[in-house]
């Protein structure tokens, strides 16, 4: 295969999405739809109310986005080593094959983002001010951006896992680490808070809580319902209502994903380097 890397792209994204439709893709829609309706009815009565709750509501939203991102593609290239190997030692170019299968994940992320927004719009009020564009707009933005970043690290865990049973072990370390580094569940300090700059939780929580402006008053009267007269002293400089926090959000997660990208071809190179 002689092709230009534009030519073999095209062909590689065509025989995955091929491959997607024949393996049943409809089925990651629905998984995104069901996950995105239960966690819409958990959160949605509560979000906006007060700053805990409203904190906890879009770390669910995030920690599902990142979920539903990662299941898409953590399988996809470790399943067809030995295909790529074949294919590397006809003149694949991996650069193609990967970039093909991220460019179908942004189409697959794109589809789960527009129904997991519809989803969690029926029981969530989201009109607000927004910082840039519209609130709408920048939520459905950031809500993709989770879903499609998460699915290009999947693809690096992927090439790295030798298997698809190697992949799926490390799935669970790969989740817990992006509950962990968001900096809701536990207050991050020192190396922990250095490592969550690499994480999509990081930045998943500090674009939702710009663009609610988590730390305006209205959030500052009461921390919970359950302590009426406690209010937070400090605030989180993350969440501050303003366009830098929100592109430096989004910025970071496109960064973090390029990396991935590039950690993915580099690792089936290496893989198939004595081809």
Known sequence: MGASFSTQTSVYFKKIARIAMREKAWKFIVFAGIIAFIVAAVVGGDMFSTYDDTKSGFFTI???CIWI???NSIQSVCKEHEIIRSEYRQGMKISSYIIANVLWQAVLSLIQSVLTFVILCIFVDFNSDGIILSAYVEYFTTIYLLIFCS?????MVSSVSGNPT???TIMPFVLILQLIMSGVL???????EGLAVITFSKWGMSAFGSIANLNSDSYSLAISEAFPNVVRLEE???FNHEASNLLLAWGSCALIAAVCVVVSIVSIKLKNKDS
Do not use: D, K
């Not at 699915?151 to 693809?155: D, E, I, M, N, R």
């Not at 536990?186 to 922990?192: Q, R, S």
């Open 62 to 64: 995030a920690s599902a």
């Open 69 to 71: 991102g990662i299941f």
């Open 151 to 155: 699915a290009v690290l999947g693809l």
């Open 166 to 168: 190697t992949a799926m």
């Open 186 to 192: 536990f207050e991050l300090e020192g190396f922990a």
């Open 236 to 238: 989180e400089e993350c």
